[in-house]
């Protein structure tokens, strides 16, 4: 019947991937016809931008450093200024999300080129998607023309990337990755990014905590990201990042640390039910997925259980009941007695 046709589609551009490639953005910026550039990094991206901006030359005409993350419109207001003040024909973007988020804003607003330099696993630079805040009010829209026009990809700057930051940032990524091994709208093409990124990222995080300069490794889990993050451009997410957003949302909770102290617990509520996920995370993990999610979770020197967090016990079953009223696709069952207990868990 109808109702089991899948729609796959997917926006052109243009991806540069390997040790060193930041170094091409010069020739990138000339193909693109641009020659005012507008430098978007957050400080932990300060040496790279520095270096970028000396082989931009006079094409660098300005930079911005005030990204953070949940792009407050008022943050992008400031930044427009800066594009307009130096008439800025494309955006160079250098950091995490947070940096790509702006850059997505300016384009939004400016209608110039972007080119991405992600430094974090988030997977933004691969999605049409843009989560925008006012007054503490997330919206988030969609639109072919958000998708960053060209993204490089140069391990070298994720070399220094803290132990902690590295482990929750690959953790969302293998977020993205799981939900949509288990989405209504998984199609071969999807299932096939998924399984390989969960691969790669489970494969190579425990690798990278060991050896966090590790070059190989560091390599496997770019290359998940990036994967996972076509995961999240192109298939409906769950139960998961609902909870996600939901706990986000009320309590102002970090994001990545949200993402890796619930996967283990949804897993344990979804596989079950998601027969598919089941068998691949099995190829992949051995016999028990959700004990190996655990573990890495495990292995954070941060706050691990929701109440860490200062999340209360009884703001729970408010979250549950919102979650219920309005849920994501998922696999295991939404009702709020069940939502309630995953989160029970994870606290
Ligand atoms: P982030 O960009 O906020 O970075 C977190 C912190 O780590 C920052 O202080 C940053 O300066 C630092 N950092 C980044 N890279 C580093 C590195 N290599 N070494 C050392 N420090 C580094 O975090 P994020 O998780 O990448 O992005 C989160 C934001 O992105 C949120 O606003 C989220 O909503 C958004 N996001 C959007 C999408 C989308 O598709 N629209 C996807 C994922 C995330």
């Known amino acids: 019947g109808r109702g089991m046709v899948v729609v796959h589609e997917t926006v052109a551009s243009r991806v540069l991937l390997g040790a060193g490639a930041r170094h091409l953005v010069p020739e990138e910026v000339e193909r693109l016809g641009a020659t005012r550039v507008l430098l978007v990094a957050t400080g932990s991206a300060r040496a790279a931008r520095d270096e970028l901006e000396a082989a931009l030359g006079e094409r660098a005409v300005a930079c911005f450093d005030g990204a953070v993350v949940h792009t ?80 490089v990809y140069d391990v070298e700057l994720t070399l220094r990337m803290p132990v902690g930051l590295t482990l929750t940032s690959a953790v969302n990524a293998l977020a993205h990755a799981v939900e949509a091994l288990w989405a209504p709208d998984a199609t071969p093409v ?24 590790g070059l190989p490794a560091r390599t496997a889990l770019q290359e998940g990201a990036w994967l996972a993050g076509t995961c999240l451009a192109t298939a409906r997410m769950g139960l998961h990042h609902q909870l996600a957003h939901a706990l986000g949302g009320t309590f102002d909770l970090p994001h990545a640390e949200l993402h890796t102290m619930l996967l ?84």
Do not use: C, F
Not at 92 to 121: E, N, Q
Not at 200 to 206: D, I, Q
Not at 310 to 334: I, K
Not at 340 to 347: G, I, T
């Open 190 to 213: 999807s299932g096939a990014l998924a399984t390989e990124a969960s691969r790669l990222l489970l494969g190579a995080l425990p690798e990278v905590l060991d050896d966090p300069s």
């Open 72 to 151: 407050p419109v008022a943050v992008t207001g400031q930044a427009m200024a800066v594009v307009e003040e130096a008439a800025a024909d494309a955006v160079v973007t250098i950091g995490g999300g947070s940096a790509i988020g702006l850059g997505k804003a300016i384009v939004a607003r400016a209608g110039i080129p972007h080119l991405a330099l992600p430094t974090t696993y988030a997977g933004s630079e691969v999605t049409p998607v843009l989560g925008e805040t006012t007054d503490g009010v997330k919206q988030t829209r969609r639109d072919p023309a958000l998708l960053p026009g060209t993204v």
């Open 264 to 347: 283990a617990h949804v897993l344990r509520h979804n596989l079950p039910h998601a027969p598919t996920a089941a068998h691949r995370l099995r190829a992949i993990t051995g016999d028990d997925p959700v004990a190996a999610v655990a573990a890495l979770a495990a292995a954070y020197d941060g706050p691990r259980r929701l109440r860490d967090l200062g999340v209360p016990a009884d703001g729970l079953a408010a979250v549950a009941e919102r979650v219920a009223a309005a849920p994501y696709p998922n696999p295991g069952p939404t009702d709020a007695a069940s939502v309630e207990a995953v989160l029970r868990a994870a606290w």
